[in-house]
């Protein structure tokens, strides 16, 4: 199975050659080693009984300095075991599976029906998980996807220059994805929600908007610190060559 990494370490990984003039990687896709998990935090929406709707990703520039654009997301084979996990336990039984799944000018998207009761200890853990993002506890999703075709940003603003710069993700697999708890995961993209227009038809729609926690600004203190050294770590070590 492919290897999900953040997109810091997968970064670290193809670090720009003009940048360092250091050994790394090809500087652009495509690479199947390494996969890239990146997280939403966006608004739920109660499709009908255990079924909650989610916006997975869109092309907003992240918390890395990335975007993953939305019309180059590879579903085929996804579409073909389409189960949703928590939190990436790819060893354990999923909590659900992804419904009416795609994507449309702004955000890739997916229905998760979850798991109803009959299935033993898996059921009880998708009807908690199911509960916590109905009443707003939860709603957060995590995508992990095989880079297919990326580039390294010019824009001096996302490091552009640097040898740490943003990436363009400009055509990207599907892989899996997880509804998570956000200060674990080391991803987390939106400061807040974003609400959806609700949709039309017999069912009953309700947004649940949730607000970023506040340990995501320690989150980002420590990103921003981790930044720094590492910024300086690589060209010492092109001084020392």
Same mark, same amino acid.
């Given at each position: ?22 050994? $790394? ?5 495509? &690479? ?21 709707? !989610? $916006? ?34 790819? &060893? ?8 009416? !799944?795609?994507? &449309? ?8 029906? !979850? ?25 957060? $999703? ?26 363009? !993700? ?49 989150? &980002? ?21």
């Amino acid at each position: 199975m492919i290897a999900m990494i953040s997109s810091h370490q997968f970064k670290t990984l193809h670090v720009k050659p003009s940048a360092t003039g250091l050994p $790394t990687r090809a500087a652009k896709g495509p &690479d199947g080693a390494w996969g890239v998990r990146k997280t939403a935090i966006e608004s739920v929406e109660k499709l009908n009984d255990r079924t909650l709707g !989610f $916006t997975l990703s869109t092309a907003s520039l992240d918390r890395d300095d990335d975007t993953v654009s939305v019309a180059g997301w590879q579903l085929d084979n996804y579409a073909r075991n389409p189960v949703v996990l928590w939190s990436h336990r790819a &060893d354990e039984l999923p909590i659900g599976k992804a419904i009416d !799944f795609g994507r &449309d000018e702004r955000r890739l998207f997916s229905s998760v029906k !979850f798991l109803p009761g009959g299935y033993g200890a898996a059921s009880d853990l998708a009807d908690t998980i199911y509960r916590m993002a109905v009443d707003g506890y939860l709603a957060a $999703t995590s995508v992990g996807f095989r880079p297919v075709k990326w580039e390294f940003t010019e824009d001096e603003t996302r490091g552009g220059g640097s040898w740490f710069p943003g990436i363009d !993700f400009l055509e990207q697999e599907l892989v899996e994805f997880s509804i998570v708890t956000v200060p674990s995961n080391p991803d987390a993209l939106i400061d807040g929600a974003i609400p959806i227009e609700p949709g039309g038809g017999d069912n009953d729609v309700s947004p649940v908007i949730v607000p970023a926690p506040a340990q995501l600004l320690d989150f &980002d203190r420590h990103r921003r610190r981790a930044r720094a050294a590492l910024l300086g770590v690589f060209p010492a070590a092109q001084h020392r060559e």
